[in-house]
């Protein structure tokens, strides 16, 4: 499955539409997160790109290696996400977040990926699982992201 380009200004500005399109009373049609618990869920992969010296070094090595084999696929692959599928340990969202505060950080990392474009990400290094080709890294924004809007209906 090939999904909506981030990079492309047209493409990126839909997904902000969605986002805009959220509530504080949203309410999921799955899971237990809320929706501003949502959101900042879905500002952690961005936070990781735009704000990675929070996490530490990225996973070199062994851990890599077996993170890539095990988890590349998933993350970055075509196939979408299971509703209530396991989630990372960095992903855990449990507390009280503010709605606002969430959504607009999760804008303004949209818009800053969009302008950052294609070529910025292009055989980057994630986090995690190495590096990634420009449509791997717009795969796995773009899958996160659309799979929690969906679970808020928008």
């Known amino acids: 499955m090939n999904y909506p380009n981030l990079f492309d200004e047209n493409e ?71 509703k209530n599928s396991p989630t990372a340990p960095d992903f855990k969202i449990a507390d009280a977040r503010d709605f606002e505060i969430e959504k ?18 292009e055989q980057k290094m994630t986090q995690s699982i190495g590096k990634l080709s420009a449509d791997e890294w717009n795969t796995m924004f773009y899958k996160h992201l659309d799979h929690h809007l969906q679970q808020f209906g928008v």
């Open 12 to 82: 990126s500005a839909k997904m902000i539409a969605r986002v805009q399109c959220l509530t504080p009373n949203t309410q999921a049609k799955w899971g237990t997160m809320d929706v501003a618990q949502m959101l900042a869920h879905c500002v952690v992969p961005y936070a990781y790109e735009f704000e990675s010296e929070k996490y530490g070094p990225p996973s070199t090595g062994l851990k890599q290696v077996m993170m890539r084999l095990f988890l590349k696929g998933t993350i970055a692959g075509p196939k979408p996400y299971k």
């Open 104 to 121: 607009i950080k999760l804008l303004d990392y949209i818009a800053r990926l969009q302008k950052l474009g294609a070529e910025h990400f």
